[in-house]
Each structure stands twice: as C-alpha cells, then as structure tokens.
C-alpha cells in the first residue's frame, strides 16, 4: 500500500525500466522476503500485502490495453504504530491512490467515518 510518503519512490518505480534493473534500487526502497510468495515486500511501507493472483482480464486494444488484477490476500502485515490490536483498526496510515486513465492524477485518503451496516430481520 502506498501512503503520501512513499508516493515520489512509487512513482520512480512506474518507469519502464530494463528486466534487469531494480526498481528497488531506483527507488531508494529495501526489498524484505515476503513469508509466503516469492516477490518482496518493500521495507518502509506501512502495510504490505502477501497475495495471489487468481485471474487478470484484459481490456481493451493496443496500445491502450487495461489489465484488472484478480487476488487473494493471504497476509496482510501493518506497522506496529499504526494498528491498533483493541480495536482492530489502522489510524495515521495516509494512504494514496491512482486515479488511472492517461492523467497523472493520484488522490488522498486523509479522513475515515463509520456507517453502520443495516441488519435485515431473520427470513
């Protein structure tokens, strides 16, 4: 996951580099062996997750094609700082997101609310 602190190195990372250069080292990120997939974790995200793939669909045609990724999450891990173990929740994690599309827009997560889910009677 991406927060607003890491959002310059993703970005360094999107570039269409050579199979044979880390994005790691463009990036100035430290790789961490994943506990159950093969690909790294990334040291100073704030939560990683550890996923498989189970389906991507394509979209499109060249040379605008989309690819919708499909997973499963088989662990997640969240910095000691920001979980909360009482309550079950992530506070402070500042998450950022791609908009996609041709633009260069990205947005910002900086606030959380609850809504209570409604409960339907017993059928």
């Known amino acids: 996951m991406v927060t607003e602190d890491l959002g310059e190195a993703m970005n360094l990372t999107s570039a269409p580099y050579p199979r044979e250069v880390s994005e790691f080292g463009k990036a100035g990120l430290t790789p961490v062996k994943a506990e159950l997939v093969k690909a790294p974790l990334v040291a100073e995200s704030s939560v990683s997750m550890e996923c498989r793939v189970l389906q991507i669909l394509r979209f499109g045609s060249a040379p605008t094609i989309t690819s919708f990724i499909i997973g ?20 402070g994690l500042r998450p950022i997101g791609r908009l996609g599309g041709d633009q260069d827009l990205y947005c910002r997560t900086k606030d959380t609310f609850e809504m209570k889910r409604p409960v339907l009677p017993d059928h």
């Open 72 to 91: 499963e999450v088989l662990r997640v891990h969240i910095k000691d700082d920001l979980y909360n173990a009482q309550s079950r929740r992530v506070s």
